[in-house]
């Protein structure tokens, strides 16, 4: 069964009949506005009357292309060769024909808007990637992104015309960035041969252009560069904006304007934060719409690359056993924990402009929890989760201050060693009541959740250093075993524990026997610990993500309506703790947080289950 | 972990929160408070040992419920029966009991043991092993005689002697163990005698008599001896050797006949001497660590729930196989085989607690109506559901295994199945239209126990395109395994950690070795543990016996009218390929063979 479904494979997938078919749809979009029929929908029907067996690839449902041949149709064969294969091959052409078609319809228009992309059907072997890292002196850039770009380069999963190119105001040579990179670049540990040769010739196709983020000309001066090296073959182009939000307008302007392909894609990918409320993330999206299409725009949200994210879906849909058990009928409480051990150390400055809630809560741990919530999508297909994911964020209540219990960590000494409280950061005004730590309650007013509290927990400078979900299940009714557990019944329920990091595991608590004679209950963990079970070494979620920016797979990005929705849930709480500067608990570093999130919990009947004894 | 704390403790400990202290000298309550895992957070709320039988008040035991219930008043058994009926009756808020006068009891009144075959086999490697287990462990009052009897002639120091060569101490708890053990031998006597002399059982009586010494005497007989003299060392026993004034109980062993007719033949004997609640037909298996942990499984799990029935469930398998033929002892087999062997008792016992509706109460009559319930809702096994198989011999690395016809205690002729397999179906709104299938055999290519729970596919899967062709590969599946290395796992779909998507069936798993460093006790302690306290969960009842037997017997009867050939396969292989087919005609697949790697 091991069917081996790797986007690897697809250094093609420029032309991978679903990014064909949602870039074309979306550049069909764009006119809509202009005219009053739906075009789309009308190229849709040519095209089935003149390939009618080809219909189903076609349709659309919510305004949103159904890709329905998707890159997992590639099949049960060698990961490096499926291009090869006959059915890719003539699922290609299929659609390289409809696309003709589409393209004949839209060649008009598509010329009008600055990034609007052309699809062009170049030979493999003739196309080539460039990848920007605007920012690339920054942090992220350093340790995140060259080093992922690399892993996948190592991996064989880049094309094999590639090139990166730095871009910062920064004064420096391709031989500096070079050097800087280099540094930081690791072999996977399982895998370790010619480790040196590779790195070098990754750092060989590693190049800088120093320019301003604003600056129409320095742009125009990278595009002459990426020219240069794409040596006339179609190019498509990929932009990582590692850049402070106040910039990232300026930047997408320049690059669109500037840098854009003329022969192939261009897409960007845009860190956190999206803005730091409903008001502000809908004025940069539009900012954003105004040079990049919806399908240019790559909200990277790291925590959904994340290895056990990704399986969430494969343990809810391709399990049985999970099925009836995923609602209200068996699911107490659901709980998203995510904990730093350490502060902001000296860099403060950003973190004190958005705080917890918006720097974890309202991205990461929402998307967590909109994956967990979510009814069955149609398929796996970007379009199918987002659309899922959107409907059950617009089905949560909003945040209310009730539900919320923030806390700032204080000064605290510790075996000799002292720890700065997080107004004591340089960086950080000294009457600063930005929450480091928050717990909030949720409600998801839909049949298949309603009444269940989900319940979220973020922090800094804790105890420990983890994030997981926790799937509390209710009580047995009429639990025949009542007498043997004793007077908390709470310690007797199931609960399944997905532990993103670090070690990452599933497990899920039963209650068994303990052997001996008598009857004695206890519960034990049916687990499935990552690191004994795969000894591969588990790729960072930069990877994952850059790759799937490269080849279009969108499902693991924030779409703008997405976005949305999650901003409106948290915006009228985050606007109520600045109105009415609430003083967050304080609690001393290194400790378990402020105990009010005991209380919230208490409030809705249940029970942190990361504090519980047992862990 | 927290350890929940224990109620239905089997030992003579009984402690509250409040009178934990008083009861610290009670070796066997400390053992078990010293055996919590974790002990951050006891909460004692034990129940107390002697609730146990004083529940006989209220007769769930039996009368009630029973089918064949005692007609007769007289005999002296039931006079003299279960003596806890002149306890006081403690009818009890959880934790508030008269504990004193429990305790007063307890110091008064003693149990006697007799091994009926004390020079058998069972009674050397089992009986007695786990007598002294029970001692070791504090577990048995304190004033207790065990006697030997049998008819070789024999001095209780020969007796000792031989005892002493089977006993053991707990890996994990050597101290005094020689000490501990020659205290046990001290208690150990040997009465030789005929099986059917009254006058050598009222002997015995008067030595149990002395040993007594006046206190109230309850009397355990544990008859390991042949089928055909069952009914007569009862008759002496109850007659001659019953306690006058505690209870009397005996244990029985399998078989309990060979059909229905033989069966319900058997019990009627018996019951002409004794009392159903005083008859304890033991089915070792029943005693098996994860047997019993079934129901905690099923039952304190609200995971569980949901999923024990048709609608998600697609094929329940019970699997028992060992990797030696009879080796010269196929004499008893012979006239059995492996149908009644294992199938009829052990794995059919496993089946009805795995499938029975949730009982009342965890009370021995409430789960044995439920195992009757379910046992009654199942279809006679027919013909064309069963495959049979015999071993043939088999020459590997140079090594000639013999076939079960070249062993000299088995007729050249034997058509008796030493394998089996059988497609059982439950006509109830929970399981009908799931196929219970039932795999045993000797000489196989391996030795285990297990119950394989297949779930069914997943309706639409989105990952179906991910999974190949074969989607039974990708169903879920809950092993239980009951032998060797007990351990619980439940196969679920995963993503192989890694750019792409490609899943993979992994085990989230609980292997009791890991997770449980104590040895688990041999299924024998237990059981003698619980007749001791009067415990008849695990016990089989006459009624359920029969159900049982009701099911069988047509297909019995059926094989041997027809003389029906078994399907030979080679000693240490996997046993006849007809088995497959029989899986396949209802869909499903034998989960022991895939080609997966096991954990």
């Not at chain 2, 004083?54 to 007769?72: I, L, N, Y």
Request: aromatic share 10%; glycine share 6%; hydrophobic share 35%.
């Amino acid at each position: 069964m091991a069917t081996q479904i790797n986007p690897c494979c697809s250094s093609s997938t420029t032309f991978s009949p679903s990014s064909l078919n949602q870039e074309t749809f979306f550049s069909a979009k764009l006119f809509n506005f202009s005219r009053k029929s739906s075009p789309s929908r009308w190229v849709f029907k040519i095209h089935s009357r003149i390939n009618p067996k080809n219909q189903f690839e076609l349709k659309s449902s919510n305004g949103y292309p159904l890709n329905a041949v998707s890159l997992q149709d590639v099949g049960p064969n060698n990961v490096m060769n499926q291009s090869h294969l006959p059915s890719f091959n003539s699922l290609r052409r299929l659609f390289l024909i409809s696309c003709y078609h589409f393209l004949l319809a839209f060649r008009v228009g598509a010329a009008e808007k600055p990034l609007a992309k052309e699809v062009v059907l170049p030979e493999q072997t003739g196309s080539s990637l460039s990848v920007t890292i605007v920012g690339a002196s920054g942090d992220l850039a350093k340790k995140k992104i060259f080093p992922a770009l690399f892993a996948l380069f190592y991996e064989d999963c880049l094309p094999r015309n590639f090139i990166i190119f730095g871009y910062a105001r920064t004064l420096m040579t391709d031989e500096e960035l070079r050097e800087i990179i280099s540094r930081t670049l690791t072999c996977r540990i399982d895998k370790r041969e010619n480790c040196g040769d590779k790195m070098e010739e990754f750092l060989q196709r590693c190049f800088y252009h120093s320019g301003q983020y604003n600056s129409k000309e320095d742009f125009a001066g990278l595009n002459n560069e990426l020219k240069q090296k794409e040596d006339g073959k179609s190019s498509n182009r990929l932009f990582y904006l590692s850049i402070p939000p106040d910039i990232f307008v300026d930047a997408v302007r320049c690059a669109s304007c500037e840098a854009s392909s003329k022969t192939g894609w261009t897409r960007v990918i845009v860190e956190k934060p999206f803005g730091r409320d409903l008001e502000s993330s809908a004025e940069l999206t539009r900012s954003l719409k105004k040079y990049l299409a919806e399908d240019q725009i790559f909200r990277i949200d790291h925590y959904l690359g994340k290895e056990l994210v990704e399986n969430l879906s494969v343990l809810r849909f391709s399990n049985l056993v999970f099925e009836p058990l995923w609602s209200r009928n068996y699911i107490r409480n659901v709980q998203f924990i995510f904990s730093e051990d350490f502060g902001t150390e000296g860099r403060g400055g950003y973190f004190d402009n958005y705080g917890i809630i918006r720097d974890i809560m309202q991205n990461h741990l929402l998307q967590i929890l909109a994956l967990f919530a979510m009814e069955t999508p149609v398929s796996l297909d970007a379009e199918d989760i987002r659309n899922e994911k959107v409907k059950v964020l617009r089905s949560m209540k909003r945040l209310c201050l009730e539900d919320v219990v923030t806390g700032q960590y204080k000064g605290q000494s510790k075996g000799g060693k002292s720890y700065l409280g997080y107004t004591e950061d340089p960086t950080v005004p000294n009457n600063s009541v930005t929450p480091t730590f928050a717990a909030a309650a949720f409600f998801i007013d839909n049949a298949r959740w309603d009444g269940v509290p989900f319940l979220m927990k973020a922090g800094k400078a804790l105890n420990t250093r983890r994030a997981e979900i926790r799937v509390q299940f209710r009580h047995v009714p009429g639990n025949l075993y009542k007498r043997s557990f004793g007077m908390d019944m709470d310690k007797a329920t199931n609960e399944l524990v997905l532990r993103v990091q670090p070690d990452e595991a599933i497990y899920l608590k039963i209650n068994s026997k303990v052997p001996g004679l008598g009857m004695r209950l206890d519960r034990s963990d049916l687990n499935l610990l990552y690191s004994t079970r795969y000894p591969k070494e588990i790729p960072d979620a930069y990877e994952r993500l850059l790759l799937d920016a490269i080849e279009g797979e969108r499902r693991l990005f924030i779409r703008s309506d997405e976005l949305n929705a999650a901003w409106s849930i948290f915006t009228p709480l985050l606007k109520e703790l600045e109105t009415k500067k609430i003083a967050p608990e304080l609690y001393p570093y290194g400790s378990r947080g402020p105990v009010g999130a005991h209380y919230l919990a208490a409030k809705y009947n249940v029970r942190w289950g990361d504090t519980a004894g047992d862990e | 972990m927290a350890a929940f704390s224990t109620s239905m403790t089997h030992c003579p400990s009984s402690s509250s929160s409040s009178s934990a202290a008083a009861f610290a000298s009670n070796s066997c309550a400390i053992n078990r408070i010293h055996q919590q895992i974790a002990l951050s957070s006891i909460r004692l709320t034990r129940k107390l040992c002697l609730r146990k039988p004083s529940r006989a008040v209220h007769v769930q035991d039996g009368a009630s419920t029973m089918k064949v219930s005692p007609a007769k008043n007289d005999g002296p058994a039931k006079i003299l029966k279960d003596g806890m009926l002149s306890v006081p009756p403690v009818i009890l808020p959880e934790e508030s009991i008269d504990i004193a006068s429990l305790d007063l009891n307890k110091e008064s009144s003693t149990v006697s043991i007799t091994v009926v075959g004390a020079s058998g086999d069972l009674a050397k490697k089992k009986i007695f092993p786990a007598l002294f287990a029970l001692y070791y462990e504090g577990c048995l009052p304190k004033h207790f005689t065990i006697f030997g009897y049998a008819r070789s002639k024999m001095s209780d120091a020969e007796l000792r002697t031989m005892v002493s060569k089977t006993l053991t101490c707990r890996i994990d708890q050597r101290e005094n163990c020689g000490e501990k053990m020659d205290q046990f031998l001290e208690r150990c006597f040997y009465h030789p005698g005929q099986y059917d002399s009254q006058e050598n059982f009222l002997e015995l009586d008067k030595k149990l008599k002395e040993h007594e010494d006046g206190r109230v005497a309850n009397r355990l007989f544990y008859l390991s001896i042949p089928p055909n003299i069952f009914i007569d060392a009862v008759k002496c026993a109850s007659t001659s050797a019953s306690s006058a004034n505690g209870w009397t109980r005996v244990i029985v062993e399998k078989p309990f006949g060979r059909d229905s007719e033989s069966s319900a033949a058997l019990t009627r004997s018996l019951k002409q001497y004794l009392d159903e609640d005083q008859i304890f037909r033991i089915d070792h298996y029943l005693g098996k660590e994860l047997v019993e942990n079934l129901s905690v499984l099923r039952f304190s799990n609200l995971i569980f729930e949901p999923l024990w029935s048709r609608q998600y469930i697609r094929s329940v398998q019970f699997i028992f196989a060992e990797d030696f033929g009879t080796e010269g002892r196929g004499g008893y087999f012979d006239n059995y085989g492996i149908i009644r062997d294992i199938m009829q008792n052990h794995l059919l016992q496993m089946l009805a607690l795995f499938a029975m509706e949730t009982p009342v109460s965890l009370d021995a009559e409430d789960i044995r109506n439920e195992k009757v319930k379910v046992l009654r809702s199942m279809r006679p096994l027919r013909l064309e559901d069963v495959v049979t198989g015999q071993y043939k011999s088999h020459t590997r690395g140079g090594v000639k295994y013999p076939a079960y016809t070249d062993d000299k205690t088995v007729p050249n002729d034997s058509l008796t199945p030493t394998f089996a397999a059988a497609a059982l179906f439950i006509d109830n709104a929970r399981w009908d239209g799931v196929p219970f299938l039932m795999k045993a055999g000797k000489a196989l290519h391996d030795r285990r126990a297990e119950i394989r729970v297949q779930f069914r596919h997943v309706p639409g899967n989105l990952y179906n395109k991910n999974i190949g062709t074969d989607l039974d590969l990708a169903t879920n599946e809950l092993v239980i395994r009951v032998q060797p290395d007990e351990a619980i796992y439940l196969k679920i779909n995963n993503k192989v950690p890694g750019l792409g998507m490609r899943l993979d069936r992994s085990n989230l798993n609980l292997l009791y070795a890991a997770r449980y460093t104590k040895e688990i006790p041999d299924a024998y302690e237990r059981l003698l543990l619980d007749a001791m306290e009067g415990e008849r969960r695990l016990f089989i009842r006459s009624d359920e016996l029969d159900a049982a037997w009701s099911l069988f017997t047509p297909v019995l009867k059926d094989l041997e009218e027809k003389k029906v050939v078994p399907e030979y396969y080679p000693y240490g292989s996997r046993g006849p390929v007809g088995s497959h087919y029989l899986a396949a005609r209802y869909k499903v697949r034998w989960g022991d063979v895939g080609s997966e790697q096991e954990s």
